[in-house]
């Protein structure tokens, strides 16, 4: 089974991680987890692109780019400069 990075986008307020629910496969149900948006990146295309990212902010520990493995938490002003 190919790595596939998740990047979806929930709201601010009423949304917890502990919703999230996944398939047997391991990837997120979408339907399930209530979640609008999700998008699905085969890993060879996030390291394709991951120089280019590296200027987006966020609110994570590194503060810009996409974290490899874990979440990246982003607000609107990291989401509309990507």
């Known amino acids: ?3 596939i990075h998740e990047f979806l986008i929930a ?3 009423g949304f917890e991680l502990n919703q999230i629910v996944r398939n ?3 990837r997120i149900n ?3 987890s209530g979640i609008d948006y999700l998008v699905e990146l085969d890993d060879e295309l996030f390291q394709y692109f991951s120089d ?3 200027w987006i902010p966020n609110e994570t520990e590194n503060r810009f780019g996409l974290n ?3 979440l990246t938490v982003m607000y ?3 989401a509309s400069v990507l």
């Open 24 to 26: 047997n496969n391991g």
């Open 11 to 13: 709201p601010k307020i």
């Open 52 to 54: 280019t990212l590296k």
């Open 1 to 3: 089974m190919p790595l």
């Open 68 to 70: 490899y493995c874990g």
């Open 30 to 32: 979408k339907r399930k």
């Open 76 to 78: 609107s002003n990291g």
